[in-house]
């Protein structure tokens, strides 16, 4: 019956997920009571490989890969749909052949419009 | 194996007018490309619009209430009603921006394409007979009013607001996703009618589970409606996004948010009446009051109307707190004259901005009435409807549903709503009292144009008309509503 329901199964996974927890959480605390603490400014910077640190990590760098980027997860997506699709094929018949048309259709429009937009457009 | 999704004709038929706005927003896409002029594109909307419009009355006169698509998808007056909104809206909000994108340099086409994607999303919202179609159509309205929020690319408060709402609208989304998930596992169905069967048949009304996927689903709603303590984002949102779009927002969603509402609480959860009451209450008194008594420190006239869209929000609620099909019609009622007057108002606002001048802030109203006597009585009216003071439209839409409120026995309720109604004509009147009696700092220019005007006629003459024969659109919403 619906409410009802425990998920008994799934009891070692709360254990282990509590267990996780201590061990994680025992360590940093243990290490912020064992450690001795003596910071100076040598020490605080950054680790980069030895070399002293230049600049900031985030730099700016131009909209256009992720435009290119998104792109890539539009059409990307659809050819993971066209895989099961093209699998089950000989299951799914007329109806299947039509809705993945339609769909690739709608993709199509998409496509005209980002070409004629520019967006593939590098310079 | 059978395929055991089965499509007929009869399924197909009833999404006529999503499909008619959906093929024609493709088609804006593709005309946008060779097309210089965006005023011919602007018209393809419209035409798409009347389609659907065509489309929804061939459909309305055919069935009483139909489920299609495996009971997923249902057509029934109430959906139909709010169709009429929606097109509505999007063919007013289409007329009042052709102008004014121009002067914010973003006549770009795919504002009228996303225009008519977040319409039929608010479709789906208002037909879905299951959570899973409902949210689809959800997120179908949401990701395209984000867009639009955002769609002044070179002005960073666009850009903020469409970052704003975008979060929040996300974090909502979680919101409705945890409740229907929730109410999944306790019912072990989607679907809006099932769920209201397995609340009666297993009597799990008094579970806290059930209890708290019902408030998960009620808070994300509250975020799409702007109610308060979820309405936060509603003013930066409504002052950053282009004012027609902060006009299409305050009523398109608004509007869809309620009818979802309304068929959920009403339909699913009609057996849980007593706890979503208990809930909707302490909601409605204090977004009436945040709405009410922020706005009247505000200086910016998109800021004050989005504080006071969220006052009409509760007002709006108050109808379906009453719990009865009358107190629903009620609450519709409302929501069609909130559509005109609310629109109305935004495009006099507006009408303000020209070439480089904002027109947003409230001193700038001061004088208009000398200037351009016409447009100030336009504004004096759209007011004066918005404070609920008759003959307008927007005093028989709260005497409805404080009447249904009080009949249903929630009297100190409607006593506080009077007094927050009360208070909010402060500040509607202030613009008054700016235009009338105030003289101008500055010479002020109208930005006019033939469909604006369009626009302004028709929600001035529905304010006028629906204040003085109220009968009808109430008449109207009661047939609509009675097969629900």
């Known amino acids: 019956m619906p409410g009802t329901y425990i998920p008994t199964d799934y009891f070692p996974v709360l254990v282990i997920l509590l267990i996780a927890s201590a061990i994680g959480l025992g360590a940093l605390v243990a290490g912020i009571l064992v450690r001795p603490r003596r910071p100076y400014a040598q020490k605080l910077t950054p680790y980069e490989s030895g070399n002293p640190p230049i600049g900031e990590p985030r730099s700016q760098f131009s909209v256009k890969f992720y435009i290119i980027a998104m792109l890539f997860v539009v059409f990307d997506v659809e050819a993971v749909f066209m895989y099961p699709w093209a699998v089950a094929y000989d299951k799914l018949g007329i109806f299947g052949f039509v809705e993945m048309m339609l769909f690739m259709f709608i993709l199509l429009i998409g496509y005209i419009y980002v070409w004629k937009k520019g967006a593939f457009n590098w310079e | ?484």
């Not at chain 2, 055991?4 to 959906?22: G, K």
């Not at chain 2, 057996?271 to 009451?277: K, R, S």
């Not at chain 2, 009338?436 to 930005?447: C, F, G, H, R």
Request: charged share 10%; aromatic share 14%; hydrophobic share 55%.
């Open chain 2, 1 to 484: 194996m059978d395929l055991p999704i089965t499509i007929t004709l009869m399924d197909i038929r009833a999404i006529v007018p999503e499909l008619t706005l959906i093929c024609v927003g493709l088609i804006i896409m593709l005309l946008d490309l060779v097309v210089k002029k965006k005023d011919l594109v602007a018209l393809a909307g419209i035409a798409g619009t009347v389609l659907a419009l065509f489309g929804t009355y061939k459909l309305y006169g055919v069935t009483d209430t139909q489920f299609v698509f495996s009971n997923m998808f249902v057509l029934d007056g109430y959906a139909n009603f709010f169709k009429v909104i929606f097109y509505i809206n999007l063919i007013l909000t289409i007329c009042i921006s052709i102008k004014y994108m121009e002067i914010e340099k973003s006549s770009f086409g795919e504002y009228y394409a996303l225009l008519l994607f977040a319409t039929s999303g608010m479709m789906i919202m208002a037909s879905a007979a299951d959570l899973i179609v409902l949210y689809l159509g959800l997120e179908l309205m949401a990701l395209s009013t984000y867009i639009l929020t955002g769609l002044m690319r070179k002005q960073p408060r666009s850009n903020e607001a469409a970052i704003k709402y975008f979060f929040l609208g996300a974090f909502s989304s979680a919101f409705l996703l945890y409740g229907i998930s929730l109410t999944y596992g306790m019912t072990g169905t989607t679907n809006i009618k099932e769920i209201a069967f397995a609340i009666s048949t297993l009597g799990i009304a008094d579970n806290p589970i059930m209890y708290l996927g019902l408030i998960f689903m009620i808070v994300a709603f509250s975020f799409k409606v702007a109610l308060a303590p979820f309405h936060m984002w509603a003013p930066d949102v409504y002052e950053g996004a282009p004012t027609s779009i902060t006009a299409f927002m305050s009523v398109g969603p608004k509007a869809a948010g309620f009818a979802v509402m309304g068929r959920i609480l009403m339909g699913a959860f009609g057996d849980m009446q007593a706890q979503w009451v208990t809930v909707l209450i302490p909601l409605a008194v204090l977004t009436m009051a945040t709405g009410s008594i922020i706005a009247l420190s505000q200086t910016n006239i998109k800021r004050m109307l989005a504080y006071s869209s969220i006052a009409h929000a509760g007002y709006i609620l108050l109808g379906i707190i009453a719990g009865t099909p009358e107190g629903l019609t009620a609450s519709v009622n409302y929501l069609m004259i909130y559509t005109f007057m609310n629109i109305g108002a935004f495009a006099i606002v507006i009408m303000l901005r020209s070439k480089g001048f904002q027109g947003e802030n409230l001193d700038d109203y001061k004088g208009l009435a000398k200037s351009h006597p016409v447009a100030a009585a336009l504004m004096l009216i759209f007011m004066f409807s918005l404070a609920g003071i008759p003959p307008t439209a927007g005093f028989i839409g709260k005497f409805y549903v404080f009447m249904e409120l009080i009949g249903s026995g929630y009297t100190p309720l409607a006593i506080i709503a009077i007094i927050f109604s009360a208070i909010s004509a402060f500040f509607y009147l202030r613009i008054v009292v700016y235009m009338y009696m105030k003289d101008a700092e500055q010479e002020i220019v109208l930005t006019q144009s033939p469909t604006m005007n369009i626009a302004l006629a028709v929600t001035s003459v529905m304010v006028l008309v629906l204040g003085i024969f109220p009968s009808f659109l109430l008449y109207f919403v009661r047939y609509s509503i009675m097969g629900y």
